[in-house]
C-alpha cells in the first residue's frame, strides 16, 4: 500500500521505469545467456536507481529526465560499488543454478535421445525440479542481496558487510516479508489467470496481449515503489549525505 501511495503521486514517472526495466529484460533475450548475465550483474544498479527515485518522490521532489541516471553518473565509488555487488549476484546465481540442476542431469539427459531428438512432455518434467530448487534457493539469495544495493549505494558499506546486514535485516523481519512476497505473488498469479479467462472466453491473444501488458507494467511500478518503504521500514530514513550522489537532504 505505500508502494502503491508513493506510485500515485508520480505515476507516470515510475510507469516510464517499468517500461524501460521491462524493454531491458527484452533486449537481454537477444543474445542468450549473455544477454541474461549481463541483465542479473546490472540488476543491484538498476534497483538503486529506482530507489534513489523514489526517494526524490518522497520527498516531493519531480523526476526530471537527468536525475535517472544521476545516483550512478556522479559519484564513481558508488557505480564501482554497485558493480562489485552486480557481480557477486551473478556468481550466486550460477552457482545457484547449478546447485539447482546437478541432481536432475540424469533426468534432463534421459530426455534428450541421442540423435539429438527432445521428448517435451520427458523434458518439462524434468525441468520442473531444478526451477523448484532454484526458487527456494533464490529466496536465500534475494535476502543475501534485497537491502544491499541502498546500502552499498547510500552508506558505502563493503559488499560482504551490505550482504550480511541485508541477510539479518530480513531474517528479522522474515514473516513480513513472506507476507509481502506472498502477497505479490498472489497479484501477478491473479494478473495471469485474468488473462487466461480472457482468452477462455474467445478473445485473441493480440487483444488480451494490449490488455494485460499496461496492467503488467504497472504493477510492475509499484512493486518498484515498494522497494523504498520496504528499506525505510527497516533501516529508515537516516542515509548519510556525504554518500549521497544526489546530494539531497535526508527526510525526517
Known sequence: MDGYQLFMRQPLAMFFWAMVTGLLITFSYFLPILGQMALIAITPALTFIALSACRHIAAGRRMMPGMWLQPIRQNAAVRS????????YLA???????????????????????????????LLAAVRGPFITFGFLYI??????????????????????????????????????????????????ALQ????????IGLSPAAVQILITP??????????????????????????????TEHAAPEP
Open 92 to 122: 550466486f546465481c550460477m552457482v545457484g543454478g547449478f546447485i539447482a540442476t546437478l541432481p536432475f542431469l540424469g533426468q534432463l539427459h534421459a530426455a534428450i535421445g541421442v540423435d539429438g531428438s527432445v521428448n517435451e512432455a520427458a
Open 193 to 200: 489467470t485474468a488473462g487466461t479467462l480472457m482468452l477462455g
Open 140 to 189: 536465500l539469495i534475494s535476502a543475501l542481496f534485497w537491502h544491499a544495493p541502498a546500502l552499498t549505494g547510500w552508506h558505502g558499506i563493503k559488499t560482504g558487510q551490505a550482504m550480511f546486514y541485508s541477510m539479518v535485516a530480513c531474517w528479522r523481519n522474515k514473516l513480513p516479508f513472506l507476507a509481502y512476497g506472498t502477497g505479490w505473488a498472489a497479484i501477478f498469479f
Open 215 to 244: 496492467l503488467n507494467l504497472g504493477l510492475a511500478a509499484i512493486l518498484y515503489c515498494s522497494f523504498y518503504p520496504a528499506y525505510i521500514s527497516v533501516f529508515g530514513a537516516n542515509y548519510p549525505t556525504s554518500h549521497d
Open 81 to 88: 560499488r554497485l558493480l562489485k555487488l552486480g557481480l557477486v
